[in-house]
């Protein structure tokens, strides 16, 4: 090979590396410097229940993990309490009056394993997932929008009450894969079809069919994201408002905030704290979270345009509850 050939070569690489980097620099300066200024989150990850799990080692961490998130969500509000003026939304708060609790319920937070757990409590029973769903004799448990002003200002000051929270990017992940996906939640695709509304006709051909009696068109990620990070009345859900303006964190004084991501030693703790013992069979165990393990095929053609919606709507949600978006994201790009 010339000299003249080596030179080539060797420009050739440089140029191809600096292609690279600048590729690289220009997707992380997108993800962090969005005109939304906060800190980053410190986000746990479970802890491993493995031969060596230690019941007292483990509940001395997530002890200390309430008071990191109990911190944390005190020097939001103190910062930013005006910006969640709005009035109470009761009917997300479930009352459970024989043990004195209050559970902020939201959808896509692990809230069927969290009510399930608070039904047996509760009623002093053990019915599994199953039992919960086919029977038709349980009794539902009253919200707090069903009491009077005073019942409901008298239980906000004197039971113990309860958060859970998830990563509002997998959240979103999960809503749409359980909502819009699976079975039996595909009626999601008809009720919500407006939602196609958001996106483009050079858009549409990521829209699929699902079977049923009327052949339902499919709503892609896509236009879920963008009808979600929307404020639009009609587009509002359960399982995708931010947990910050259904559970008010700054106006209700919370006694224990769980993460969905460290649910099963977060509900071991909360059952020592409302005085319970010998009840461990009633938790739940430690499982992988599907949309965790799909955030880079769900997330992977989403326009970076769409993920800063995720990031300006969520932007409560990720500073008061100590997550990270930057971390997240670099995740599913370096899949």
Known sequence: MTTAQCNFVNVFFIACAAVLMVTYLYVYNNLITTNIQFKKGNEKVAVAHGPDYDDEKIDMFVEEEQIRRASLLAKYCKSNGS??????????????????????????????????????????????????????????????????????????????????TRNPIERLASAWMSRFLSNPHLRYNEQYRSMLQTISSKESNVVKETKGDNMT?????????????????????????????????????????????????????????????????????????????????????????????????????????GYSYEEKFLEILKT
């Not at 009035?87 to 959808?107: A, E, M, N, Q």
């Not at 199953?130 to 409901?152: C, F, H, Q, V, W």
């Not at 859900?237 to 931010?242: F, G, Q, S, Y």
């Open 83 to 164: 910006l969640h003026a709005n009035s109470l939304k009761t009917f997300y708060f479930v009352v459970y009056d024989k043990k004195k609790i209050i559970y902020c319920r939201t959808g896509k937070t692990g809230s069927t394993t969290t009510s399930r757990l608070l039904y047996n409590l509760e009623n002093g029973v053990n019915l599994n997932a199953g039992a919960m769903k086919t029977s038709d004799s349980l009794s539902k448990p009253r919200l707090l929008n069903s009491y009077t002003e005073e019942e409901i200002a008298l239980r906000l000051s004197t039971y113990f009450t309860l958060l859970v």
């Open 217 to 321: 068109k499919q709503i892609p990620f896509l236009a879920f994201v963008r009808a979600a990070t929307d404020n639009k009345k009609k587009w509002e859900n359960r399982h995708w408002i931010p947990v910050s303006d259904a559970c008010s964190p700054c106006k209700v004084p919370y006694d224990f905030i769980a993460h969905t991501e460290t649910l099963a030693d977060d509900l071991r703790l909360f059952l020592r704290k409302v005085g319970v013992t010998n009840r461990d069979h009633i938790l739940p165990r430690t499982k992988q979270r599907a949309a965790a393990e799909n955030l880079p095929n769900i997330y992977g053609f989403i326009p970076m345009e769409d993920v800063k919606r995720v990031i300006r709507k969520f932007k409560s949600d990720f500073e008061m509850f």
